[in-house]
């Protein structure tokens, strides 16, 4: 006899939910819509889904889809309810830029992040070290910034490289439709362009040959806001995005931009004046929110690190994803902007899970525990900030990840337990996320993910080191 609910993620509402009979499923299973709330019935003849709405009933779907990898292709005869997602906004991010991922590694990503409730990828395409999709009007993007020189292999040159065709782009975007993802495309802007700037150094503030970087870091060189070569190369980068990915975001990046060259740069100076802009700051709140409308009139949406608020202000359709702990998150609400989670400490999937040098992690580490202990409700804030959190995503940097199955190591089980506070908000439940670690062990051992075997509470003295602020 299985207890149904200490297995599947995120956690069903329904509480002990015995199956002591299996069936091999012989149809389709049946969807109701427009319930007034969401369940799972199997019996030896048939398999029903009622939900409140077509994308709760998705994961009614994704259920049945993990039951049937646990009990080897067969359903247990059983009947419970889930919860309604408490987040619209149900992400994880991936960087294709420092490693690059085959469009076979990314759709086994999102097949299991789907199957466990999440409905966002967010896809981080330029940075520094390679630029990953191609413009028409411009071949250095794939000739020189997709490319890079790897200092590993001493004496021996050696060019790393990567770029998905449009052919690639529209596969995973219609892999991911099927599952019920939404693909969110990403330029980074004004920072994070050296491998942009490698091609087109004609964009940038002092004009100087540079090559895509291989080191990781943050880089002075930087776009020219007073480039209006540079703006029309931008506006063909958010039309091949629209053209692509049908969803309504499109995130410009915005993080860790250096001032120096602005703040030397005569054409910046003159703008800076000409636009009545104080300093630096200000002139980045005015290349994010001239981007920001050439994102709107296009129909589409425009996203941005957290450092965007940095200016006193932006555009007031910018969404807000705050990484740099959960200030930003209370500044951007308190402006009225939307904003998602993504605190470093805690959701940030590329960091380890201990101390321990063995530990493919960077930049410190966090456990399970302190994933789930990441207050995506933020019932700090008043009603009207915390209408404005869409919910969350956890991110994967790849500086230290160099293939598909390092990545899932970092990722799980972290994301099943995400999982759990994206669908739950605050009725979320510790405890029976404990009660299902064998399952989701099971579950990945089925599945052929590398799964993490790090404790899951350890080093909880030390918490404090990683809260965020």
Avoid at 429 to 436: A, E, G, Q, T
């Amino acid at each position: 006899m299985q207890y149904i609910d200490r297995l599947l993620t995120p956690q069903i509402a329904s509480k002990d939910v015995k199956a002591d009979k299996t069936v091999k499923p012989s149809g389709e299973p049946r969807f109701i819509t427009g319930q007034n709330c969401n369940s799972v019935t199997i019996t030896e003849d048939s398999v029903v889904i009622r939900a409140v709405s077509a994308e709760t009933a998705v994961q009614g779907r994704n259920y049945l889809r993990q039951l049937s990898v646990l009990f080897d292709g067969q359903l247990p005869v059983c009947s419970f309810e889930y919860a309604s997602p408490a987040f619209p906004y149900r992400g994880f991010h991936l960087d294709v830029c420092r490693h690059f991922f085959s469009v076979e590694e990314i759709k086994r990503l999102v097949d299991i992040m789907s199957m466990a409730g999440y409905n966002i990828f967010h896809w981080h395409l330029t940075d520094d070290q390679g630029w990953r999709f191609e413009v028409e009007g411009y071949p250095l993007l794939k000739h020189i910034a997709s490319k890079r020189d790897n200092g590993e292999y001493i004496n021996v040159p050696y060019s790393y490289c990567g770029i998905y065709s449009d052919d690639d782009l529209r596969s995973v975007v219609s892999f991911c439709a099927e599952r019920g993802v939404t693909v969110i495309p990403e330029v980074e802007t004004p920072g994070h362009a050296t491998a942009l700037l490698a091609a087109y150094p004609q964009f940038g503030c002092t004009g100087r040959s540079l090559d895509v970087e291989r080191r990781w870091g943050i880089f002075k060189d930087v776009l020219n806001p007073a480039s209006e070569e540079l703006w029309v190369f931008l506006d063909k980068v958010i039309q091949k995005f629209v053209s692509i990915f049908p969803g309504p975001y499109i995130h410009i990046g915005g993080d860790e931009c250096s001032r120096d060259q602005w703040n030397a740069n005569a054409q910046c100076q003159a703008l800076m004046k000409a636009q009545g802009l104080k300093d630096a700051d200000e002139l980045q709140g005015w290349f994010t929110t001239r981007i920001a409308k050439m994102v709107s009139s296009y129909g589409k949406r425009a996203m941005g690190w957290d450092e965007v608020v940095d200016a006193p202000e932006i555009d007031k359709s910018v969404v807000v994803m705050s990484w740099r702990g959960l200030n930003g998150a209370r500044v951007a609400s308190a402006r009225g902007h939307h904003v998602v989670l993504c605190p470093q400490s805690g959701l940030y999937f590329d960091r380890g899970y201990t101390g321990d040098s063995f530990e493919p992690k960077q930049w410190g580490s966090f456990t399970v525990r302190d994933t789930f202990d990441v207050d995506l409700t933020m019932e700090e804030l008043p009603p009207e900030q915390r209408k404005l959190v869409l919910g969350a995503q956890c991110n994967i940097w790849t500086e230290r990840i160099s293939s598909g199955r390092l990545a899932e190591y970092m990722m799980f089980p972290r994301a099943f337990v995400l999982a759990d506070s994206l669908w739950l908000g605050k009725n979320k439940d510790w405890d029976r996320v404990v009660l299902r670690r064998e399952a989701m062990k099971e579950l990945c051992w089925k599945m052929d993910i590398v799964c993490s075997p790090a404790a899951w509470d350890a080093g909880r003295e030390a918490e404090d080191q990683w809260k965020c602020v």
